[in-house]
């Protein structure tokens, strides 16, 4: 081996485990997989055209020719040309906000509490320090509130986990459950 070659293989060692592992392996999406595709139509006349993104999102139902075919859930199926198609995404599962709305939900609840209990003790006529100090109590209780409030909504929201899918070079695969389209990795 020449020595360009050693020092590509040594390189490749010592960046070895900061290679994720999911770049390491084919990426695919299989018929029947949760899919979000970002694609562009133009259309036009007389020398004027115009291009629309439009955001397609639903199970993969297949792949004809260079045409991938998308349910929407709608009762109705979206067919998309390869040609078309900006941005491949596959959901790998769900993924649930609580953690979001815990911060979203403490900071507003200390704010509003806060304001609402120093709003009240200087109604009352109290000091800047009891207005200050309320204000403070509240505030905590209203963070704890909020907290627990936005802990609560932010577990019940969930959102699909998406991954995106490098469009290069789509292939399609026979696998025993249907149709696979597989992409050659592309070093990302």
């Known amino acids: ?31 029947g997989d949760r ?23 639903g199970a993969l139902s297949g792949w004809a020719n260079d045409t991938l075919r998308i349910d929407t859930g709608r009762q109705s199926r979206v067919s998309i040309a390869a040609s078309d198609i900006r941005k491949l995404e596959v959901s ?9 709305g815990m911060a979203i939900g403490a900071g507003l609840g200390f704010v509003f509490g806060f304001f609402f209990g120093s709003a009240v003790t200087s109604g009352w006529g ?19 509130l909020g907290l627990a409030i936005g802990a609560t909504l932010g577990a019940l929201a969930s959102t699909d986990a998406w991954q995106e899918v490098t469009v290069g070079d789509l292939r399609v695969t ?15």
């Open 35 to 57: 899919v979000r595709v970002q694609s562009t139509e133009t259309y036009g006349s007389a020398g004027t055209t115009r291009t629309s993104v439009f955001t397609t999102t």
């Open 126 to 144: 109290g000091s800047v320090e009891e207005t200050a100090k309320a204000g403070l109590q509240t505030g905590a209780v209203g963070a704890g």
């Open 174 to 188: 026979a696998a025993p459950n249907g149709l696979t389209l597989s992409v050659p990795v592309q070093g990302r």
């Open 1 to 31: 081996m020449s020595s360009l070659t050693w020092r590509h293989v040594l390189l490749g060692l010592a960046l070895w485990p900061w290679v994720s592992s999911s770049a390491l392996s084919a990426q695919s999406v299989s018929q």
């Open 92 to 100: 790998r599962g769900r993924t649930h906000q609580a953690g979001k």
